[in-house]
């Protein structure tokens, strides 16, 4: 089941995973490193209603974000270039991406 959230743009439902099941969410960078096989996930957590009533039992989402070095390059790793040998994002650097994600973000960031 799929709602639409904006132009091209739907949120799919995730059947709830068995117990003890925990899910990876990737981020910006990981996409870029891998040319786009694995797409960065735009992400919430909502708990279900149950039978109508509020849901009995409690979720949980803790993030945890992990980036390298800030001087650290991103670029397209080689083995993730296709055949036409298209890289789709920019040669970049941890700390230029991480900035510019702030910037997209928070207006009252200093640049």
């Not at 990737?26 to 735009?42: C, I």
């Not at 708990?47 to 650290?72: T, V």
């Not at 970049?92 to 900035?99: A, I």
Request: glycine share 8%.
């Amino acid at each position: 089941n799929a709602s639409q959230s904006g132009e091209g743009e739907y949120w799919m439902d995730v059947p709830i995973a068995p117990l003890g099941t925990f899910v990876v969410n990737l981020g910006d960078m990981l996409e870029r490193w891998t040319n786009g096989k694995f797409k960065s996930t735009v992400h919430r957590v909502l708990i279900p209603p149950s039978n109508g009533k509020e849901q009995e039992r409690e979720r949980y989402s803790i993030p945890f974000f992990y980036d390298p070095q800030f001087d650290a390059i991103v670029e397209c790793l080689e083995s993730c270039v296709g055949d036409d040998g298209v890289k789709k994002y920019p040669r970049t650097t941890s700390g230029e991406h991480l900035l510019s994600k702030y910037h997209e973000t928070h207006a009252d960031f200093a640049k």
